[in-house]
């Protein structure tokens, strides 16, 4: 069965906490990020060991080793946009369908300790440049192709908050 879009608008995570996820971005800065993003790499490191890690839970639902090839993409999307903010004024980010993604890579047949490398190389690619932001920085703008407005700083929330949300739909989140 083939998973059902996500067509849900994800910036209202920027202004109040996640109520699925718990995550509260309005309390991250971007000096926040390097630390975080290399504990996320740990969990999910951690469960792409799983036995069932190609599982789907239910029809419809990635398995997480679907959710960390999304994620490794993910890491990868947000340091091509984070290089274009810091270079560019106020860029527009090309649009990017994450299900078509998913279908294009075959997401489901890729090997958990490959994924489990990429992802770890993407995080520490992106950590890399949101450590190198500056105070003068933080506030370089960007655009959706649907208009919505980011800074490098709420950027990178909104990056975070992607990375934990999934943690958390994979189960690997502790209370």
């Not at 790499?41 to 090839?69: F, I, K, N």
């Given at each position: 069965m083939?998973?059902?879009?996500?067509?849900?608008?994800?910036?209202w995570v920027?202004?109040?906490?996640?109520?699925?996820?718990?995550?509260?971005?309005?309390?991250?800065?971007?000096?926040?990020l390097?630390?975080?993003l290399?504990?996320?790499?740990?969990?999910?490191?951690?469960?792409?060991?799983?036995?069932?890690?190609?599982?789907?839970p239910?029809?419809g639902?990635?398995?997480?080793?679907?959710?960390?090839?999304?994620?490794r993409?993910?890491?990868?999307l947000?340091?091509?946009?984070?290089?274009?903010?810091?270079?560019?004024?106020?860029?527009?980010?090309a649009?990017?369908?994450?299900?078509?993604?998913?279908?294009?890579?075959?997401?489901?047949?890729?090997?958990?300790?490959a994924?489990?490398?990429?992802?770890?190389e993407?995080?520490?690619?992106?950590?890399?440049?949101?450590?190198?932001?500056?105070d003068?920085?933080?506030?370089?703008?960007?655009?959706?192709?649907?208009?919505?407005?980011?800074t490098v700083?709420?950027?990178?929330?909104?990056?975070?908050?992607?990375v934990?949300?999934?943690l958390?739909?994979v189960?690997?989140?502790?209370?």
């Amino acid at each position: 069965m083939s998973i059902t879009p996500d067509t849900k608008d994800w910036t209202w995570v920027l202004e109040r906490p996640c109520p699925e996820c718990g995550f509260e971005s309005a309390a991250r800065e971007v000096s926040d990020l390097p630390d975080l993003l290399g504990t996320t790499t740990t969990a999910w490191t951690q469960v792409l060991t799983r036995r069932d890690v190609a599982d789907r839970p239910r029809p419809g639902v990635w398995s997480p080793l679907e959710y960390a090839c999304h994620v490794r993409d993910v890491h990868v999307l947000f340091a091509e946009r984070v290089r274009l903010m810091l270079a560019e004024d106020v860029p527009t980010f090309a649009s990017w369908d994450q299900d078509a993604t998913a279908v294009e890579r075959d997401y489901g047949s890729q090997d958990p300790d490959a994924v489990a490398a990429e992802l770890a190389e993407a995080s520490r690619a992106v950590a890399v440049l949101y450590a190198s932001v500056t105070d003068d920085s933080r506030g370089r703008r960007g655009l959706r192709s649907n208009g919505d407005e980011f800074t490098v700083e709420s950027l990178g929330r909104y990056h975070l908050h992607d990375v934990v949300h999934h943690l958390h739909d994979v189960g690997a989140l502790r209370g």
